[in-house]
């Protein structure tokens, strides 16, 4: 949504106005493409397909050229292909997307199967003269086991279609299976995959901290390993949650919301303090400037990656044959974040019950974020300065479990440091505001199986800019300049006795800058000088180096690189 501040009473008619007004301004626009184009206003992105084997797939369709027009879920069946029985080298989630030309909200889209979510995003906003078609992919063959029975699935594309509000959505969706070979065998997946909720209507709302996503499961009791994929999306006031000034300066401060810029996941096990999930800043397409995301979106925008939690030093705790409950918050959450998870599960295959217990658990139930208040008020109120919350946590995870091959122990030791620095401007006719943010985990697991030790080094960040400055004229008209930086960056290291076996870099980065026109009415009257770009890096020991980079200038396609930076990547061992 664009962001209207300067007087307080301006903000209820922007949000009201501008989607209305979006209607009558329409940018010029070429005819959409399959794959991005030069010259093109079709949506664009420069992630890579899901690697898989070169081997032709066995496909169980899940529903094909749906529409989407209302507030119903899409009941669908789904049957294993009959060519390629278990176990899968590759399992892979396809989905092919197009809104039509008109007015549309950027809608949140959900697949699930067996109350399972094998994709999770956001769609782009169609305007009068461009219907955008995309193309997303999620490797789902870590739940494999998932997918060996017929069973029914639900899309959740809720999608308000009126006289106003006039983009209908169709997607069609698929399943692609590759069969294992020599050059592709299949690895092990987790026995159990076990949604949260487990309910239809997938992710749940949570509007408030005291809020919880919580099941009681009965669990095998020989469980060597354990995995929660988390998900936590922003919503309504909490959709631009880094925008978010303390409650208390909220009106002085002209927030659409409050409690902070800082959100965390909190995860528990039968109320024990059990991991903590960071938030990724998803910005949608509406967000802010639609302008900004038009042809290239946000990070991620069309398809979240959940934030992968390693519950494993809870493995003996959870094969004591007792219920347990797996809980999820969201701490500082106003108003609200729709949050889903899924359990995976790996079995001793040599026993039917493992022993084991957690040796050590220093995590804390909840963050002590602090406030530093640089703020100024001089006499005419005008507001200067800036505002920081931070956290930092610090913590061990450590449990055992005596298995069929021996005691395998496993030490989770991590750090996860959140920052998010506001500077303001704000006068009877500007207001600024920068956003600098910084989420970083740092995480060493060690997993000791006998002589066997292996180790896992990550460096995951989170880097967001945002500067908004929005200024009245003596016209009465009003201009918002903004520009914005995200990142998504993740190095992973594995070792094997100390020896170097894997090696991981992914870097994806999105930059967008517009200037927004609006008349004295609230009606959108134009953009200019707006600019984007995508760099898209990974290179892992397996699958090599992949580099992608789009740009795009007046919200069409100018540039598309490929290649760049991969005849420097790192050699496993730093040789």
Known sequence: MVRIPCNPAWKLIWMLMVILAWASFAHAQVAPAAAPVIGSGNTATADPPVPHPHSKPCVAPLFKNQQFDNFNPLIFSYTPPDKCAAPWAKVVFVGDFHVTEGIQFDRTAAIYLGHVNIYYGTTPEPDPSLGPTWHVERDITDYS???????????????????TFTGIIFGTARLEFYSPDTLNPAPR?????????????????????????????T????????Y??????????????????????????????????????????????????????????????????????????????????DLTPFAGLLSNGQQHTLSLSVFN???????????????????????GEVTENTLSAEPSPTITNNLSVDSGGDVTGNLKVASKRQYTLEGFVNTSHGK?????????????????????????????????????TTTRDGALVFEQVRHLAF????????????????????????????????????????????????????????????QITGNQGQASSQDYFSFDTLHGCYSHSLAAANNVLTGITKGQGCNSVPKLGGQ
């Open 145 to 163: 086991a998932l997918l060996t029975q017929p069973q029914s699935g639900e899309a959740d594309i809720f999608n308000l279609v009126n006289s």
């Open 408 to 444: 395998v122990s496993t030490k989770v030791f991590e750090t996860v440091n959140f920052s998010n620095t506001q500077a303001y401007k704000i006068t009877a006719t500007l207001d600024v505001e920068n956003v600098t943010q910084l989420t970083t985990v740092d995480s060493t």
């Open 189 to 217: 997946t987790a026995d159990n995959v076990l949604p949260m909720p487990d309910a239809a209507g997938g992710a749940m709302l949570l509007s408030s901290p005291t809020q919880s996503l919580a099941e009681t499961f």
């Open 219 to 226: 669990l095998p009791t020989n469980v060597e390993r354990a």
């Open 333 to 355: 959450t106003e108003f609200f974040f729709n949050v889903d998870a899924t359990l995976l599960l790996y079995q001793d295959h040599g026993s039917s019950q493992v022993t």
């Open 463 to 522: 880097p967001l800019t945002a500067n908004i400055r929005f200024v009245a004229n003596p016209d009465g008209t009003f201009a918002q300049k903004t520009k914005i930086v995200q990142k998504y960056e993740i190095n992973d290291t594995e070792r094997a006795n100390g020896v170097p076996i894997f090696l991981s870099i992914l870097s994806n980065g999105v930059t967008a800058t517009d200037d927004l026109l609006v008349n004295s009415s609230f």
């Open 228 to 309: 929660l994929d988390v998900i936590a999306q922003s919503q309504q006031t909490d959709e631009q949650w880094f925008l978010c000034p303390p409650t208390d300066l909220q009106t002085e401060l002209l927030g659409f919301c409050g409690n902070t810029g800082f959100r965390e996941t909190e995860i528990s096990i039968d109320g024990t303090p059990a991991s903590v999930a960071p938030i990724y800043p998803w910005i949608y397409t509406g967000g802010i400037d639609p302008f900004l995301w038009a042809p290239i979106p946000g990070v991620q925008t069309l398809n979240f990656v959940p934030y992968r939690v």
